[in-house]
């Protein structure tokens, strides 16, 4: 079957405007994640979607940065007021639950120049 | 707080040689154990699940609870292991339970 999808898949926008980046998680997985991977720094944990309940946010950088899901599938990261340190590759994974494997998206390269 | 140390950021091996890829995590509590790796220009994908116990592409990875470590073996690296790796420990309770480590990059030589 379909893997997860991401889009775009790269960005490039100018410092200060506003960005959406979008995820397709396989159906059926309950479980979104999203991960900022810059370069040298590993993967960052953003926020965690579990079906119904409220997301963990723990991970956002900023209150620029925010994420919502819409009807337990398709999610959205939005990032407002873009700064150049924002520039990462944005990664978003699902899995069928919590603490199982986690199915990787190509990934969005946001370029804030 | 939680934490998952991978402490070589680049680790070149001839071909044929043993690899151990290093993992240590901090955390009172018994975690999740995972290792994904990236191949070049393919996507994270999960290589094993501590939980599950087998060894995939001739890999294996123990938990050590006593060090809290999950270090990653192979007794023979082949040329198409290089790749970056990252430990990735679910830990069940806790602030911070997504973490990957900041990843190793296995490079194999010829």
């Known amino acids: 079957g379909a893997g997860v999808s991401q889009s775009p898949s790269n960005k490039v926008t100018e410092k200060g405007k506003d960005v959406e980046l979008r995820c397709d998680p396989i159906s059926g997985h309950t479980a979104l994640y999203w991960y900022r991977q810059s370069l040298g720094q590993g993967l960052e944990f953003l926020i965690y979607?579990?079906?119904?309940?409220?997301?963990?946010k723990s991970g956002l950088p900023s209150d620029r940065f925010s994420a919502e899901r819409t009807g337990g599938s398709v999610s959205t990261l939005t990032i407002q007021r873009t700064q150049q340190e924002d520039s990462a590759v944005y990664l978003c994974?699902?899995?069928?639950?919590?603490?199982?494997?986690?199915?990787f998206g190509p990934g969005t390269r946001l370029t804030v120049t | 707080a939680q934490r998952v140390t991978q402490p070589e950021k680049l680790l070149s091996v001839f071909k044929g040689a043993p690899v151990e890829l290093k993992c240590n995590y901090s955390y009172s509590g018994s975690p999740e154990l995972f290792w994904y790796v990236q191949y070049s220009r393919q996507r994270l994908q999960l290589l094993l699940r501590h939980i599950s116990r087998e060894s995939i592409k001739g890999f294996t990875a123990d938990l050590n609870k006593g060090e809290t470590s999950f270090h990653l073996k192979k007794p023979f690296a082949q040329e198409e292991d290089s790749a970056m790796y990252y430990c990735a420990p679910a830990f069940t309770s806790g602030t911070y339970k997504y973490i990957f480590g900041t990843g190793t990059r296995l490079k194999v030589l010829a």
């Open positions: 994974a699902s899995s069928l639950a919590q603490y199982r494997e986690q199915y």
């Open positions: 979607f579990q079906g119904n309940s409220a997301p963990d």
